[in-house]
């Protein structure tokens, strides 16, 4: 009893990993329809903010939860303007330029903080289900990409922002002829997008190694997420990280670590070949 | 001026002679050692101070009066980490650099990727780092202590202190991969086992499933080899899920890195390891050696001084002794006065080439972290490097070139 307990809180852990690291792409492929090849290093960038924050002296709840993902939002801003703009509807273009951004952050973040691992320790500790013991923090990922999800469905379900948002990426032009700020509207919706992936980057931050080329590690990942998600930016990213989430935990469990890797990648290619505009392609259409 | 095709030829080579020149007129005297060591990417824990050790031991050379009257100059590549580098830099220090000898590598895939090279091109190399065994090969000396050095007295204890069930988690390449089986054979000695053995990809830095798995194992203790930046997280998310109250651990690698000093004490409290180098260590050598990094690196650094650090000074003592006795650095005089069994009194004590193996004969120390310290527990003096003993004969077959997996 306690074991499937265990098992299952392991495999919604390893859910909310991927939930995280995708919400961000989601957003950013999923509505304004932009590539970020750079998210893995919008990732970093998050993981880096906080653990710095936190080196200055500051709480570790406010560099993870707030300083990560105020710094990597305002960036996407910057990003947004500068770079992206121009290329709205160019989605090769995007690419491009998206990947030459990734190599210019890795480049930078080598300059400014070294080529070595850093980290910063846990702040909470475990605790015991029947005879396991279970780390705190694993829950609290748990919890709070849940959390997440449901603020990203609120936003873009119930708000005028939401509303205008969606709009505005459905056709750009029948909502500017309203007289929305269509420009406006995709910088805000980029730098959403960007501050999640910051969040999921500082609250990263304690359970692995960071280094500035880092981000290489959780790009694949994140990218299959949400391409096999298809188009709705909630369902269809809960759809397939819950999937592939429990695939990859089940063969990590009964195999090793590289199974269920391997499992992963393996669901990802039978899923699109069988739907290939994603799960939210034939389940959850026009839902968010 | 016409120009004829000896005319050009003429010009071309007085040109490539001038730029040649004040290359050779710089340093016609000076002995270049070449380095290649990982001085940024996820090993640079162990490569930073090595670095540091090579140039204070270079520095103490050099302020004798040099090997023989010349000045020895290092000449040092930062392979970033990144196994093709070695490859490539090898080759120019052999090529480019030609330089007289090279310390240096860290992984053992690294020391594989730039042995041939250096065997080919007549350099003498010095692999200065604890690894798996069973290296043979007339052009290398390798002086970090092996499994049956490390291992033989590490599994025992743990074994006696805890228990017979063991858990290993590994590094995948070749040094987890041997240094697993050495394990299990040391626990098979003791009557003991491994119930499951893992091995992790040297990016894996996340290990939930993992603790779970080692739980409904429910081992006595577990035994880890695993390696760099990425695998330290293992040791915060056992930690974080407080099964380190619960499962003792040993290791054969935590402390390399300065591991010790990165996780904080009740991360790190009572995990058990055996090295050469204990920091603690009364000698004279070992006191000298301290107050001398202090002077030059800041008193600060050095706590950063670790095991492979004191192994990688201590191996160009070795080389530095033997260029003395040679009275030169030509190889073939070189290593057979290397194989009269040249020995130095190091920081960690005694240090001997054993002549048959080109290994190291030392003293190793069974310690336990304590408050991001290294506190030795046992000493066990002068242990010989008996598992590549077993394979490897260079008296004999001076000719062999090889990494042999001993005797399991």
Same mark, same amino acid.
């Given at each position: &009893?306690?074991?499937?307990?265990?098992?299952?809180?392991?495999?919604?852990? @390893?859910?909310?990993?991927?939930?995280?690291?995708?919400?961000?792409?989601?957003?950013?492929?999923?509505?304004?329809?932009?590539?970020?090849?750079?998210?893995?290093?919008?990732?970093?960038?998050?993981?880096?903010?906080?653990?710095?924050?936190?080196?200055?002296?500051?709480?570790?709840?406010?560099?993870?939860?707030?300083?990560?993902?105020?710094?990597?939002? &305002?960036?996407?801003?910057?990003?947004?303007?500068?770079?992206?703009?121009?290329?709205?509807?160019?989605?090769?273009?995007?690419?491009?330029?998206?990947?030459?951004?990734?190599?210019?952050?890795?480049?930078?973040?080598?300059?400014?903080?070294?080529?070595?691992?850093?980290?910063?320790?846990?702040?909470?500790?475990?605790?015991?289900?029947?005879?396991?013991?279970? @780390?705190?923090?694993?829950?609290?990922?748990?919890?709070?990409?849940?959390?997440? &999800?449901?603020?990203?469905?609120?936003?873009?379900?119930?708000?005028?922002?939401?509303?205008?948002?969606?709009?505005?990426?459905?056709?750009?032009?029948?909502?500017?002829?309203?007289?929305?700020? %269509?420009?406006?509207?995709?910088?805000?919706?980029?730098?959403?997008?960007?501050?999640?992936?910051?969040?999921?980057?500082?609250?990263?931050?304690?359970?692995?190694?960071?280094?500035?080329?880092?981000?290489?590690?959780?790009?694949?990942?994140?990218?299959?997420?949400?391409?096999?998600?298809?188009?709705?930016?909630?369902?269809?990213?809960?759809? %397939?990280?819950?999937?592939?989430?429990?695939?990859?935990?089940?063969?990590?469990?009964?195999?090793?670590?590289?199974?269920?890797?391997?499992?992963?990648?393996?669901?990802?290619?039978?899923?699109?070949?069988?739907?290939? @505009?994603?799960?939210?392609?034939?389940?959850?259409?026009?839902?968010? | 001026?016409?120009?004829?095709?000896?005319? !050009?030829?003429?010009?071309?080579?007085?040109?490539?002679?001038?730029?040649?020149?004040?290359?050779?007129?710089?340093?016609?005297? +000076?002995?270049?050692?070449?380095?290649?060591?990982?001085?940024?990417?996820?090993?640079?824990?162990?490569?930073? #101070?090595?670095?540091?050790?090579?140039?204070?031991?270079?520095?103490?050379?050099?302020?004798?009066?040099?090997?023989?009257?010349?000045?020895?100059?290092?000449?040092?590549? *930062?392979?970033?980490?990144?196994?093709?580098?070695?490859?490539?830099?090898?080759?120019?220090?052999?090529?480019?650099?030609?330089?007289?000898?090279?310390?240096?590598?860290?992984?053992?895939?690294?020391?594989?990727?730039?042995?041939?090279?250096?065997?080919?091109? +007549?350099?003498?190399? !010095?692999?200065?780092?604890?690894? /798996?065994?069973?290296?043979?090969?007339?052009?290398? !000396?390798?002086?970090?202590?092996?499994?049956?050095?490390?291992?033989?007295?590490?599994?025992?204890?743990?074994?006696?202190?805890?228990?017979?069930?063991?858990?290993?988690?590994?590094?995948?390449? +070749?040094?987890?991969?041997?240094?697993?089986?050495?394990?299990?054979?040391?626990?098979?000695?003791?009557?003991?086992?491994?119930?499951?053995?893992?091995?992790?990809?040297?990016?894996?830095?996340?290990?939930?499933?993992?603790?779970?798995?080692?739980?409904?194992?429910? $081992?006595?203790?577990?035994?880890?080899?695993?390696?760099?930046?990425?695998?330290?997280? !293992?040791?915060?998310?056992?930690?974080?899920?407080?099964?380190?109250?619960?499962? $003792?651990?040993?290791?054969?690698?935590?402390?390399?890195?300065?591991?010790?000093?990165?996780?904080?004490? /009740?991360?790190?409290?009572?995990?058990?390891?055996?090295?050469?180098?204990?920091?603690?260590?009364?000698?004279?050598?070992?006191?000298?050696?301290?107050?001398?990094?202090?002077?030059?690196?800041?008193?600060?650094?050095?706590?950063?001084?670790?095991?492979?650090?004191?192994?990688?000074?201590?191996?160009?003592?070795?080389?530095?002794?033997?260029?003395?006795?040679?009275?030169?650095?030509?190889?073939?005089?070189?290593?057979?006065?290397?194989?009269?069994?040249?020995?130095?009194?190091?920081?960690?004590?005694?240090?001997?080439?054993?002549?048959?193996?080109?290994?190291?004969?030392?003293?190793?120390?069974?310690?336990?972290?304590?408050?991001?310290?290294?506190?030795?527990?046992?000493?066990?003096?002068?242990?010989? #490097?008996? *598992?590549?003993?077993?394979?490897?004969?260079?008296?004999?077959?001076?000719?062999?070139?090889?990494?042999?997996?001993?005797?399991?």
């Amino acid at each position: &009893m306690a074991q499937l307990a265990v098992f299952v809180l392991d495999t919604l852990y @390893s859910v909310a990993v991927l939930v995280l690291i995708s919400a961000g792409l989601g957003i950013i492929f999923g509505m304004v329809r932009v590539i970020n090849l750079a998210h893995g290093e919008f990732l970093v960038l998050g993981g880096y903010s906080a653990i710095t924050a936190h080196g200055l002296g500051l709480n570790i709840w406010l560099s993870m939860l707030v300083v990560a993902p105020l710094v990597v939002g &305002m960036f996407g801003v910057v990003v947004e303007r500068l770079i992206i703009r121009p290329l709205y509807g160019r989605l090769v273009n995007t690419m491009l330029a998206t990947w030459g951004l990734s190599l210019v952050m890795v480049g930078g973040l080598n300059m400014i903080f070294g080529n070595t691992t850093t980290g910063i320790p846990l702040p909470v500790g475990g605790f015991s289900v029947g005879g396991y013991q279970v @780390s705190g923090y694993n829950l609290l990922l748990i919890v709070l990409a849940a959390l997440q &999800m449901f603020v990203i469905w609120l936003v873009l379900g119930c708000t005028r922002f939401g509303l205008l948002a969606c709009g505005t990426m459905q056709n750009a032009s029948m909502s500017a002829a309203f007289g929305v700020n %269509s420009s406006r509207v995709y910088m805000l919706t980029f730098a959403c997008g960007a501050a999640l992936s910051g969040l999921a980057g500082g609250v990263l931050a304690p359970l692995i190694g960071l280094t500035p080329g880092g981000g290489a590690n959780y790009i694949a990942k994140a990218f299959i997420t949400v391409i096999s998600g298809g188009a709705s930016v909630v369902s269809g990213l809960v759809a %397939s990280a819950g999937l592939f989430g429990t695939v990859s935990q089940i063969f990590t469990a009964v195999a090793t670590p590289i199974a269920g890797e391997l499992a992963l990648l393996v669901v990802a290619i039978l899923l699109l070949r069988a739907l290939p @505009s994603g799960i939210s392609g034939r389940y959850f259409r026009n839902r968010i | 001026m016409k120009v004829t095709r000896r005319r !050009f030829m003429q010009n071309t080579a007085a040109l490539a002679a001038l730029g040649a020149a004040p290359r050779w007129a710089e340093s016609a005297d +000076n002995i270049k050692l070449g380095s290649v060591l990982d001085r940024s990417g996820i090993f640079d824990a162990y490569g930073k #101070p090595m670095d540091r050790a090579e140039r204070l031991a270079v520095e103490n050379i050099n302020a004798a009066g040099g090997l023989n009257g010349r000045m020895v100059e290092i000449i040092a590549y *930062d392979t970033q980490s990144d196994m093709a580098l070695y490859t490539q830099y090898s080759q120019q220090l052999a090529r480019r650099d030609r330089v007289d000898v090279v310390h240096g590598g860290i992984l053992s895939a690294s020391r594989e990727a730039i042995r041939p090279t250096l065997r080919k091109n +007549n350099i003498p190399y !010095f692999y200065n780092v604890l690894y /798996e065994g069973g290296v043979c090969d007339r052009n290398i !000396f390798c002086t970090g202590i092996t499994p049956a050095q490390q291992i033989e007295v590490l599994i025992p204890a743990a074994v006696g202190r805890w228990g017979k069930k063991a858990y290993i988690l590994a590094a995948d390449y +070749n040094y987890g991969q041997i240094t697993a089986k050495w394990v299990q054979h040391y626990l098979e000695q003791q009557g003991a086992g491994a119930i499951q053995t893992d091995f992790f990809p040297l990016d894996v830095s996340d290990f939930s499933a993992t603790i779970t798995k080692i739980q409904s194992a429910a $081992p006595d203790m577990l035994i880890s080899a695993l390696v760099g930046g990425a695998h330290l997280s !293992f040791y915060r998310q056992w930690a974080a899920t407080g099964m380190n109250a619960r499962i $003792p651990m040993a290791s054969t690698t935590l402390g390399v890195g300065n591991e010790h000093i990165v996780l904080t004490p /009740e991360e790190g409290n009572g995990i058990l390891v055996a090295y050469n180098y204990a920091q603690s260590g009364n000698s004279p050598a070992n006191q000298e050696f301290l107050s001398q990094w202090g002077a030059k690196y800041g008193a600060q650094s050095v706590e950063e001084i670790h095991e492979i650090a004191v192994s990688h000074y201590q191996g160009i003592l070795l080389w530095a002794e033997a260029v003395r006795r040679a009275g030169g650095v030509e190889r073939d005089a070189l290593i057979t006065t290397l194989e009269s069994g040249i020995q130095v009194e190091g920081p960690s004590g005694r240090v001997t080439i054993d002549p048959v193996t080109h290994h190291a004969v030392l003293d190793v120390h069974l310690m336990e972290l304590a408050n991001q310290r290294l506190k030795v527990v046992e000493s066990h003096p002068q242990r010989q #490097p008996v *598992d590549t003993q077993t394979v490897c004969d260079l008296k004999k077959n001076p000719d062999d070139n090889r990494q042999y997996e001993i005797g399991i």
